[in-house]
């Protein structure tokens, strides 16, 4: 097992580097005018991205080049010259999909030979999927892995010119600093603090193609966080798939101080962070929770079992007991804090009683809201290599069991906020009610309400009327000058 290595810098790519992929932008937008198109009639990109809020990240900066190379964004694939593809390789249900989205851009590409298909993200960063893709998808131009991204101008070049098919892969997963970015809603942002996974859990494959834990420099940070905020930031989340050991390899700053210094810049803005170990989950953490008022008080700490026997197959290092006293420790700090958690339902060897200590977990933490999974052998990975693999209709049977539970608990824990005026920020118009306006607050759950003239994107004060399993309903409060 791999464990952290402290103090030892990561590799950052090159300024020259990066300067050399922008120089690539304008070729390509200088191609791109030759054959007609122009500032005022720019071809389209789309982007299809799976997966987690990283990859989502990830495909802000695949907006950014694709607009730096004069590409404006569509809203179909068929109505784009640049197709990308941002995979995910968690379950296999996603890389299922994704492979079968890829397969029908194959029309798209018979319809008109000059589009040019990339594909990138964690599926074909493993070497049977990349080969997958190159073997029997021959209208797939190229393929990148999560290390090479900043590479897609060189291999976007590559295609238009008429260079053959590459499928490239980085071997140093290096840190890429300076690439533009492009969001679709100016006042929500992600902000990568740091990249890949140390912890090998015997399940998963992020480790294998996102590569070792790096961390991004604080001043790169807090100077990407000073202009979201001038953008018009409200609600930055700190991004990574293990936030709470960010600067470990580089030293002298931790997630909590890193906080802190956020939380000091001027402006009217909430902090999130998404995902957090528990064996990382620091005093200093939970201190910097409740004392600084930017922190939105929401902890998203995954458990994954509540067996200390799966828990140890897991690879997880902890136990349940000591997980439920870093609960406790939170919500003697952050007493109105809402705690949301991944479960893994059915990982090999998983007994009737060993799902019931999970249950049993799940009743005492009360969690506000749970992502539960059932369990998806990735190849190469120890688990699925492990005995016991549990047949489908059995993890299917505890894993409706264990979402009935959570909805009765979640239901329970959102009748807290009725009555209370809260505090949102306007996001969209609700996908289920044209009429209704969808804000988010402290609490996970969506807040629903009728559309008195909030505005999207800003702040707005909400009575909670009533809850139910997934929302929160509530009616507009006179608005603060200036929110
Ligand atoms: N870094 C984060 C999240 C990683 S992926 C963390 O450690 O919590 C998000 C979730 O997907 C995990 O928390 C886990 O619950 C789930 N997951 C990961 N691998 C899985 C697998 N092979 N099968 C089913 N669920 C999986
Ligand atoms: Fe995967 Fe998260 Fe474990 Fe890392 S900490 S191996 S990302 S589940
Ligand atoms: Fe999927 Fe990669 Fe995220 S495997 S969950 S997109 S880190």
């Given at each position: 097992m791999t464990t952290n290595e402290h103090n030892i810098a990561p590799p950052y790519v090159e300024q020259a580097e990066i300067r050399r992929q922008c120089s690539l932008c304008d070729a390509i937008e200088q191609k791109l005018f030759s054959m007609g198109f122009s500032e005022a009639n720019r071809p389209g990109y789309f982007?299809?991205?799976?997966?987690?809020?990283?990859?989502?990240?990830?495909s802000e900066r695949m907006a950014g080049l694709a607009w730096r190379m004069g590409y404006r964004p569509v809203a179909t694939p068929a109505a784009a010259q640049l197709i990308l593809v941002n995979t995910c390789a968690i379950r296999e249900h996603a890389e299922k999909k994704a492979l079968s989205i890829i397969g029908t851009y194959k029309h798209i590409k018979e319809a008109s030979a000059h589009v040019i298909i990339g594909v990138g993200g964690c599926m074909v960063t493993q070497k049977h999927r990349a080969d997958q893709l190159k073997n029997s998808y021959p209208y797939v131009d190229f393929a990148f892995d999560t290390g090479a991204l900043h590479l897609l101008p060189e291999l976007i070049y590559h295609a238009m010119t008429g260079g053959r098919r590459q499928f490239v892969s980085s071997d140093t997963y290096a840190v890429a600093e300076g690439l533009p970015s492009h969001r679709e809603k100016p006042f929500k942002a992600w902000l990568s603090i740091?990249?890949?996974?140390?912890?090998?859990?015997?399940?998963?494959?992020?480790?294998?193609?996102?590569?070792?834990?790096r961390s991004r420099r604080p001043e790169a940070i807090l100077e990407e966080a000073r202009r979201l905020i001038a953008e018009g930031a409200k609600d930055i989340t700190l991004l990574g798939q293990n936030v709470n050991s960010y600067g470990k390899d580089i030293?002298?700053?931790?997630?909590?101080?890193?906080?802190?210094?956020?939380?000091?810049?001027?402006?009217?803005?909430?902090l999130r962070f998404m995902t957090s170990h528990p064996k990382d989950a620091s005093d200093a953490l939970i201190a910097a929770m409740a004392e600084e008022e930017k922190i939105v008080p929401h902890f998203h700490l995954p458990v994954q079992s509540g067996s200390d026997e799966v828990l140890r197959r897991m690879n997880r290092r902890y136990s349940a007991e000591q997980y439920l006293c870093?609960?406790?420790?939170?919500?003697?700090?952050?007493?109105?804090?809402?705690?949301?958690?991944?479960?893994?339902?059915?990982?090999?060897?998983?007994?009737?009683?060993?799902?019931?200590?999970?249950?049993?977990?799940?009743?005492?933490v009360r969690y506000d809201a749970i992502f539960s999974f059932i369990y998806s052998p990735r190849k190469g990975t120890p688990a699925?290599?492990?005995?016991?693999?549990?047949?489908k209709e059995i993890s299917s049977q505890r894993f409706?069991?264990?979402?009935?539970?959570?909805?009765?608990?979640?239901?329970?824990?959102?009748?807290?906020?009725?009555?209370r005026t809260v505090r949102?920020?306007?996001?969209?118009?609700?996908?289920?009610d044209p009429g209704k306006m969808t804000a988010r607050g402290d609490s996970p759950r969506p807040i629903h309400f009728a559309d008195t003239g909030?505005?999207?994107?800003?702040?707005?004060?909400?009575?909670?009327?009533?809850?139910?399993?997934?929302?929160?309903?509530?009616?507009?409060?006179?608005?603060?000058?200036g929110a």
């Open positions: 982007i299809q991205t799976f997966g987690c809020q990283q990859n989502e990240a990830d740091m990249y890949g996974c140390n912890n090998f859990c015997s399940y998963c494959i992020v480790p294998y193609v996102r590569g070792r834990e030293g002298s700053v931790d997630i909590a101080s890193l906080m802190r210094q956020i939380c000091a810049l001027p402006g009217d803005f909430r870093i609960i406790e420790k939170l919500r003697r700090s952050v007493p109105d804090v809402s705690i949301t958690s991944d479960i893994i339902v059915g990982f090999p060897g998983e007994t009737q009683a060993d799902f019931q200590a999970t249950l049993d977990l799940i009743k005492a699925a290599a492990m005995d016991g693999q549990i047949p409706q069991r264990l979402l009935s539970l959570q909805q009765e608990i979640s239901r329970e824990r959102n009748q807290r906020f009725v009555g949102a920020l306007c996001e969209e118009v609700s996908k289920t909030a505005r999207i994107g800003e702040y707005c004060d909400l009575k909670i009327v009533s809850a139910d399993t997934f929302s929160l309903y509530g009616e507009l409060q006179e608005k603060k000058n």
